[in-house]
Every structure is written in structure tokens, then in C-alpha cells.
């Protein structure tokens, strides 16, 4: 893919923002289906989500991992975009406790 090991293409998805799509889809998911974390630790749906919303996180997760994957001028710029007052890591930590293994699993890749 582009942005797999390849820093002009992991630079060039940053640059056609693709970052802040990533980020605002994320904030959406969450704001539209909340979770609440328990006292395992782990969040729990209001609503149970579909398989295509986990997906969805699930590839928003990875492509965001991939964008900055091993590309210090991405990572660096990454840290620098603010969506909603949050940074890509705030906006990330609530899947880390996401009830899909899934979802955390890419989360953590991120």
C-alpha cells in the first residue's frame, strides 16, 4: 500500500489529511455509541455495535498506525494535529478499553 513502508507515501497521506478523516470518523463512532468502562476495566456498550462499525474502527486504527509506522516527520506532525481539542493518542485511548479484542489490538498498533 502507500503508506506501508514507504515514507514519501506515508508523508503524502498526511499531507491530504488523511490523519484528521481518521480522527473525526473515530470521535463520530464514539460520540454516536459511547462506551463505559466497567470495573474490569474493560468498556461496555450503551448499544452493541454491528460488525461494520467495529470494522470500520478497526481499519481507521490501522491506517492511522500505518500513516506513521516507522516515519519520524509523520509521527512528529501527527503529534501536532488537534481534531476537536484532542490528539490523535486522546482520541485513540478510549478504544484501548474497547470491548472487541479486535479493536484494541489495533488500537494498540496505532
Not at 481518521?22 to 468498556?43: E, F, R, W, Y
Not at 509521527?75 to 484501548?96: F, G, K, R, S
Request: net charge negative; hydrophobic share 45%.
Amino acid at each position: 500500500t502507500i503508506a506501508d513502508g514507504n515514507p514519501k507515501g506515508q508523508l503524502a497521506c498526511m499531507q491530504s489529511s488523511l490523519l484528521p478523516v481518521c480522527m473525526i470518523s473515530i470521535q463520530d463512532l464514539l460520540k454516536h455509541n459511547p462506551m463505559q468502562v466497567d470495573d474490569t476495566g474493560l468498556a461496555q456498550l450503551e448499544t452493541p455495535w454491528d460488525n461494520g462499525k467495529e470494522l470500520l474502527l478497526r481499519w481507521l486504527c490501522l491506517c492511522m498506525g500505518k500513516m506513521w509506522d516507522a516515519c519520524a516527520e509523520v509521527q512528529a506532525a501527527a503529534l501536532q494535529t488537534y481534531i476537536n481539542d484532542e490528539n490523535p493518542i486522546d482520541v485513540m485511548a478510549p478504544l484501548l478499553a474497547a470491548p472487541m479484542p479486535e479493536v484494541r489490538a489495533a488500537a494498540v498498533f496505532s
